[in-house]
């Protein structure tokens, strides 16, 4: 088999704890975004049409769910003879076998596989970006360079600047410095955490983090930094368009408002880079006679009665008579019940509002205290959970499963 | 699991009475309910009948029938052991290539149905829909020991209207099932009984009954083989209790279609146990904006609704311009609405363009067509 020019890894192991009970039993990457997508099939539409057709998935926390939709790689035109999609989780070799400590270590552990595919170039990505990309042209900036190393960074506001990776660049945007989240930023270039390689520097500097026992085994904390500091070519490559990373609920919930509205901040009409995504193989969605509507993304096997406003409906959601949904996002095959009320909420999957439910209304005095850290003003509820008939549950709470409340 | 049965399909209906619909494409091609196209429905009553080996004959416009089912991998059917085998026309010693009726096509098919290694062979015409799995009516027609078993509905409920009559075939059946009477297009028809267009039988019999048909210069599956073999072999009716959508005239395809409209019309044909599979698009999923709006409709992924929609069907990819309004009409993929527009008992086909403030209607009873591409 010939080999290949460049092969994608893609970083789908992290647990994403900050998205709460939606990660509770699936990686970050397979949570539903945007009424018919899952997160993971932004990077790896990304990858298939910039022209790259082998991309190792590296998982590691909850891969079943992620496994599953994976599957042969077909939705993505990813069933290749040579090369395709390949799910990597960690594994026991003779002489040792551990867990993926880190998204360096996790590359490093796998340099067997990118090995079988003779690559000039590896593109690291992760799975929990939401953006479209051609790979591409920042690969042939990569190699006009004559860089060992590319980092894709985008602008970003100076006053936000000290939650990302600054990259300070000189004028032929080398990058001189990489500052972790600064206290005073000097520039605005935010690292994006995509990469790309020149194999032979990547294997050599994987090597010489694993010997290091200090090193946290991160790209962005150990590998990059001891690049630049080993005097490597590693250049920045600027970014401009939508890019988000949906690792809170409100910033999950704001990236899904994103593609609404008539000239939607991010628009996935483009039939030059469709975003591909395993069919849920539903009719087209009903839109009943008392149905009101009003800017919303609804898709293949919906049924609306109720009032939809400025949501977002996954496949095969039922919205029965006098409901209203506002603000909201509903993941798949969720029943919202006559009468019942969303507000501003990210509804899991299989979920039923009971009939009359009001869910994410004001909060009163009596209501009981909760924690709403995760979650600020935004109401969740977790998969298969069955909230009862006129039940209240006010702004920012979480649902989810406990034996002991019997999910009221 | 898998079936001891194979399918056949014959494409190469040819019914003028579809007018613009099949200018372009074979029946089998016609789209139909959002996102489908007729072929899709019995293509996916075999696959989820656990039949794993389907031959389609292709014979008219077929072009847009291979675009759509490809390697068959969207219905499961593209395998190294069986799968989807497009079988096209091709000319030879004692054949055209242009098939004068179904026994010639299925003639010059023989070679696929003595390479299947199942014994039973599931029959069928394209422009039929229903959903259903064939597994009940193969267990029938090995219980009854039948020769042949012909699947039936009652349509009874529905008016007869001869205009709209095509391969029309009547039976009459005892209380057990066999086939006391067949008859091919009645001028009355004595029987609510009606064929649809699914038989059960021995690969053997078929290799047989063609071949036989061939040497007595009958070239009509029907006419040439059933009507004439009436007494000869045992017949054995299936009824089916389910929804039925002969696609028999333009007249017929628009109340097919609307009556998807009908919760029950549509819980039956889109049966979560028996999905429908077709080609899939990737198109995102529909966009409601500026106050768009559609009620008691049928909307595909990909479709952006500015306008006002009402009693209609939109395909995939349909734009609906602001200040417009849809009412009892069918939109197939790609076709664009400007703005101001309104249409009424519409059909417009697949890319139609209709610009800024014009006004289409059909009626009732003879929705118009617009042709394929057509710019209003």
Same mark, same amino acid.
């Given at each position: 088999m010939p080999g290949k020019k460049i092969v994608a890894m893609l970083l789908a192991g992290g647990q994403g704890s900050r998205l709460g009970e939606l990660t509770k039993s699936m990686a970050k990457p397979a949570v539903p975004f945007g009424g018919k997508y899952r997160i993971i099939d932004f990077p790896l539409s990304n990858c298939v049409n910039s022209g790259i057709d082998t991309v190792g998935v590296l998982t590691q926390y909850e891969p079943l769910a992620l496994?599953?939709?994976? %599957?042969? !790689?077909?939705a993505? /035109?990813? /069933?290749?003879?040579? %090369? !395709?999609?390949? =799910?990597?989780?960690?594994?026991?070799s003779q002489q040792s076998g551990e867990w993926y400590s880190g998204t360096a270590n996790a590359i490093y552990q796998n340099l067997p596989f990118i090995e079988q595919f003779d690559p000039d170039y590896v593109l690291i990505l992760?799975? /929990?970006h939401i953006y479209k990309m051609d790979y591409s042209k920042m690969l042939e900036v990569h190699i006009s360079k004559g860089a060992d190393a590319t980092i894709a960074v985008l602008d970003v506001p100076l006053e936000e600047a000290h939650r990302f990776g600054i990259m300070n660049t000189d004028d032929s945007c080398r990058i001189i410095e990489f500052e972790e989240k600064p206290k005073e930023p000097k520039s605005t270039k935010a690292s994006m955490g995509i990469y790309i390689f020149n194999r032979d520097v990547l294997t050599k500097y994987l090597v010489d983090d694993t010997a290091n026992e200090k090193s946290e085994h991160d790209f962005g904390k150990n590998v990059i930094p001891a690049m630049i500091n080993g005097r490597q070519k590693v250049f920045a490559w600027q970014f401009s368009g939508y890019w988000r990373d949906v690792g809170t609920i409100s910033s999950l919930w704001e990236a899904n408002m994103d593609l609404l509205g008539v000239v939607p901040r991010f628009d996935l009409y483009d039939t030059e880079w469709r975003i591909y995504s395993k069919s849920p193989v539903m009719p087209p969605h009903y839109m009943g006679e008392d149905s009101e509507v009003d800017d919303s993304l609804i898709t293949e096997g919906c049924a =609306?009665? %109720?009032?939809v406003k400025r949501s977002v409906l996954f496949a095969g959601v039922t919205v029965e008579h006098g409901a209203l949904i506002e603000d909201s996002v509903i993941m798949p095959n969720t029943v919202i019940g006559a009468g019942a009320v969303v507000k501003k909420?990210?509804?899991g999957e299989n979920v039923r509002i009971g009939t009359g439910a009001l869910v994410g209304c004001e909060k009163l005095p009596e209501d009981e205290p909760y924690d709403n850290k995760l979650t600020g003003d935004i109401t969740l509820v977790a998969n298969s959970m069955n909230i009862c008939e006129k039940a209240r549950v006010p702004a920012g709470k979480v649902i989810r499963f406990d034996p002991e409340s019997c999910g009221k | 699991m898998s079936s001891n049965a194979f399918g056949l399909i014959y494409t190469g209906e040819a019914n003028a009475q579809l007018r613009e619909l099949t200018f372009s494409r074979s029946v089998a091609a016609v789209p139909f309910g959002g996102r489908y196209r007729a072929i899709d429905f019995v293509l996916s009553n075999i696959v989820n009948s656990g039949i794993s080996s389907v031959g389609l004959i292709a014979q008219r416009n077929y072009h847009s029938l291979m675009d759509h089912l490809g390697s068959g991998k969207e219905w499961d059917l593209h395998r190294k052991r069986d799968g989807l085998f497009i079988l096209p026309p091709f000319v030879t010693k004692d054949n055209t290539g242009v098939y004068r009726g179904t026994v010639d096509a299925i003639r010059s098919v023989l070679g696929f149905v003595r390479r299947n290694s199942q014994r039973y062979v599931v029959l069928t015409g394209s422009h039929t829909i229903y959903n259903t799995d064939f597994d009940a009516m193969i267990r029938q027609h090995i219980a009854t020991g039948a020769d042949i078993t012909i699947m039936y509905s009652d349509e009874?409920?529905?008016?007869?209207?001869?205009s709209e009559q095509y391969d029309d075939l009547r039976l009459k059946v005892d209380e057990d099932g066999c086939v006391t009477e067949l008859t091919f297009n009645p001028l009355n028809p004595s029987t609510p009984f009606t064929g649809c267009d699914a038989y059960v039988m021995d690969k053997t019999l078929l290799e047989y009954l063609v071949e036989d048909a061939a040497a007595h210069g009958e070239f009509d599956f029907m006419q040439g083989v059933l009507i004439k073999n009436q007494q000869k072999f045992k017949f054995y009716g299936w009824k089916y209790d389910g929804y039925v959508a002969r696609l028999n005239s333009v007249a017929q395809f628009y109340r097919h279609n609307m009556n998807l409209l009908k919760p029950e019309v549509a819980r039956d044909l889109f049966n979560p146990d028996h999905p429908i599979y077709t080609k899939v698009k990737d198109e995102v999923p529909a966009r409601y904006i500026g106050g768009g709006s559609a009620k008691n409709s049928i909307v595909a992924d990909g479709c952006i609704i500015e306008g006002e929609v009402e009693n209609s069907i939109l395909f995939r990819g349909v734009y609906i311009g602001k200040g417009s309004r849809i009412k009892n009409s069918i939109i197939m993929q790609a076709s664009v609405i400007n703005q101001n527009c309104d249409l009424d008992y519409m059909v417009l086909d697949k890319g139609c363009q209709v610009l800024g403030g014009?006004?289409?209607?059909? @009626?009732?009873? @003879?929705p118009m067509i617009l042709r394929k591409g057509v710019v209003v």
């Open positions: 496994n599953a939709y994976l %599957g042969s !790689g077909q993505w /035109d990813l /069933d290749r003879m040579n %090369g !395709g999609v390949f =799910v990597l989780p960690p594994y026991v992760s799975g /929990d =609306v009665h %109720g009032s909420a990210i509804i | 009874s409920g529905n008016d007869f209207d001869r014009r006004r289409l209607a059909g @009626y009732d009873s @003879y």
